[in-house]
């Protein structure tokens, strides 16, 4: 580094005149870029989504079925609803950053996305503040519709609330007693496994706690984890992880031997997601629920759903495709139903607003604006030679959401 | 050299002067004047740039001017932000105490961290803060109960009159062209002089009886209050923090605005931030792969302009004027 | 806590330490040669276990497929690595660490979104040969034979290594090229060719350890971040440019974390942080004495 630094005060002088300058002009010329005029009749919704890295697969997917719905409105005549895309790149502050963006500069109508929960937080908070209706279809944690809810947010998505309640449902139907709680260290895997523990003392009091294990996410090497967790022989293992890790985990659990002697449950294990992947290695003897899968429920519905994605898409739709989809199709139906294009009537008529969807009757709760959609439990088997869900049920909405009174109550808080 | 030569240089060094002093009023000026002139999502991004320049200086204190291979600066700005975050969500304290105690926490961390790192050299040092810093990070990650976890803590409360988007852009002005006077003044200090003089010959320096250890850690300190200080603001400009503030490719980001403004010229980072910031959005509004373009961006920056865009045009302005320095 | 989960668990924690030693030991060289932070070795990793996925799934997943994997997608990692020095990084060797290191750090950025482009989003998976699947009893624990497997190849790599530096000519040259560039260059060897060949080892060894973990594991985006904190604090701890440092870090890392998850399972995610935190304290230059 060659030093330039014992220059003279003129030349320092020279250096921050030109360079506020420079920047002033930067700014300024970006400033004056034409700003696209939005036609006032239709709705544009500003998406901001994770489309970098390990998460970008479930971006991908909501913002296909959100696609998927929009195109079908406007083909039955309703109204014609625009988007446009940004990649925050898991990082919170970018969603923020570019929701800002979209609002401020897009004059984007509605906000959407995002799989980071952080950022979706972080995009209530904003959309709250400056009142932009935001749908949530990505972040699960409970506190965007719950603790931190408010008017403007909207979710399409199971939050882990209901995931860890339809566990808690489907464990204490089960004679296990002692339980080990294990799961990826971040929010997600917290918040499921909390609310699993929480809603499963309730409802079977002599549960007992063994312990708790936490591996960070990308963890690619689980056998010290189960290998020490096998050591204590809980009756079950619970664990609340997801993505990339969830693929791993299974792995490692046929190649442990684990659910040989001891059950596991893990939210969306029996997912074409965690199965496609993991062909014959598929362990079997674990159970769990899952909120969407493309062949259940068996209905005319699905079957449609299903049809019309792969048409558009050539691959069958995922979970988040659903929530994608619901997303479009609860904003496509409050847009004719409150016959305006004004935010704060469009979010009264979406409020405990009802759609049809693949899975059947979707709500809007009025109270908390969380989705309640029905979540079906079960477990993996081999059923002639093929790993597959077996032993399927549903658990109906009103079985896993979370009361109104707790939520309402923790947001007084 | 001619005595009348050299009696014109020293008017054009006036005149220099002059222009200088005119440019720069000028140009705040134009920067007082802005927000009224463009749209607040503008405004947004200009304090988004403000408070970024404000941590990249900082970082150049240590890494520019100390020539220290300092990896993980993004801790101190983390720590920052969380301090006020964490006293705004949690306790009843009032907002200027959290205003301050940020850069002072985040400074303790930075004499903390440093006083380990100082005693190595080179990689060793980048190694260790990049360790370090990434062990604060999982603490952040990690505690819940203090941090809420990767959630982050949103919806921060602040005092009224600092939440409209011009106060905000206001502010931090203020607080950038304050700051950067100060550590300009820090760097053409003895102490600065001497902080230089050890990253030149750290040998020679230690032999004239300079303790060349503390005055690392001084600097070390000093740029994570200043860190510290651009956390604070931070949290104006957003008012929510997560620890991805922290993590280590933050840092790497905030060194790539170095390098690119140039790490030899003290408004180079200050540059580099807002060239970073303003193209990311850019970028961001055609494609998703704006790392891809960074990355290429980066290349291109390490291969051929490796002192920077502000380095690279000063250096061709000075070597055009040879005899200037010379004569001095 | 019995005898049998103690033993179960530190081996383990050695076979994971093994594969810590191979990627790790492919950086250690490159700093102790080239001195170089090649911030891109966890991108070669990750792009070493997306050519084995590709390889083994065009060959059908069967057992082929994954041998074939293994010798391969290490030996198009190292072509890459090639590349990318001759490329790249020769023309910075007389800029400063900052400089080199920030180039390396644009190739993560480019890889990253390479990779996405070329494999997509969706998460991959590779099958183990059926040899080597299942488990083995040991003290009464059942272990994946998988570990097995590498903790037999973690061996055979350090000792290929240890006869490669200390045996052969070329090796001798790339540690005296470690301890003194100035001296080799005199003696009238090309130094930048030595470059050139530890750069293409290292990134073999990260290729290698990529094509070792795909089949354990989820290929996906973002496994390059992870795997390069754990090798950066190995190769600090061992001692910066030495390869046996590196080897007892590693298995320090390995064991240690094993024994962590074991004893405080609710923080497992700072164990290697507080390893290296205190190691680091301890012995601030790493353990072994660095190359230079």
Redesign the interface.
Known sequence: ?ASMVGNKKSHYLFRIGSMLLITVLLVSGCGSSPNATTDKKNVKVGIVDTY???A??YA?DSLDGFKLAIKEIAAKGGPTIEFVTRDDEFKPDKSTSWAKELVMNEKVDFLAGTTNSAGSLAVSQFAKENKVPFIDWGGMSDKITGAAGNRYVFSTIPNTAIIGKAGAVQLSKLPYKKIWL?GS?YEYGHSVITNLWSNLTTLKPDVEKM??????V????F???I?????AKPDVLVVGTG??????FM??LK???LTQEIPVWAHTCYDP?TLR?????APVNVMGTNPYLSNYPDTAENKAFVAAFKKEYNREPAAFALYGYMGGEFLGQAIEKAGSTDKEKIIDAMEGSTIDTPVGKATLRKEDHQVAIPMSYGVIAKVNGKITATDLHTLSPDEIMPSVDAILKSRSQ | MSTNSSSSLILQEKFRTYLGLGMAVAGILILLAIPSLISPYYVYLLATIFTTALLATSLNLV?GYGGL?H?HHAVFYGIGAYTVAIIMTKTSWPFAIAVVLGPLVAALIALVIGW?CV??R???F???T???G??VW??V??WNALTNGDNGIHSIPVPEFLTSVNSVYYTTLLVLIVSLVILYLIIKSPFGLTLIATRDNPMRSESLGINVKRHRLTAFVIAGFFAGVAGVLFILVERSVAPSLLF??KS?EI??MC?MGG?TVFMGPTLGAAILVVLSMIVGLYTE?W??V??????I???FL?QGILGYLLKSRNNKKPSMRGEN | ??F??LA??LF??L??GM?FFIVSAGLTLI?GVL?I?NFAHGSLYMLGAFIAYSISTFLG?GPNGFWLALLIAPLAVMLISLVIERG?LR??YN?????Q???T??????V???V??VWG?????M??PTIL???FNLWG???????AFLLIVGPVVALGLWFFLSKTRLGKICRATATDREMVDILGIDSTQVFALVFAMGGWLAGLGGAL?AP???I????D???L?YA??I??IGG?GNVWGTLISSIIMGVG??FG??FI??????IP??I??VL??IK???LLK?AW
């Open positions: 580094m970098t890295g390990g970008a697969i991908q294990a260290d312990g708790e294990t936490w591996w960070s990308g963890e690619t090497d056998t010290p984890y290998n020490a967790i096998r050591s993505g990339a890790d969830m693929v791993a792995k490692a190649a442990t031997g997601a992947p993991l062909g014959d290695q | 890494l291979l990896l380990f005693r190595l080179g990689l060793y980048g190694m260790l990049l360790a370090l990434q062990l999982a603490i990650y990690r280590w490719n790497a060194l790539i390098l790490l792969y790392l891809l960074l990355g290429l961006l980066l290349l920056l390490v291969l490796p | 806590m019995n049998a989960t179960s668990q383990i924690g076979s994971r594969i700093f001195r932070t997943q790249l023309f910075i800029q400063d660490h900052l400089m290191m920030l180039l750090y644009s190739l993560v950025l480019i990253g979104d390479l996405k482009i989003t969706e998460f991959k998976s099958n183990v699947r299942g488990s624990a059942s272990l994946p034979l998988y570990n973990i354990t594991t989820t996906s985006i973002g496994m971040a992870n795997i904190i950066f604090l190769v600090v910066l974390e094993a998850i074991l399972p609710g923080v497992a995610i700072i942080y507080i290296a935190g680091l304290i601030p230059s790493g660095s």
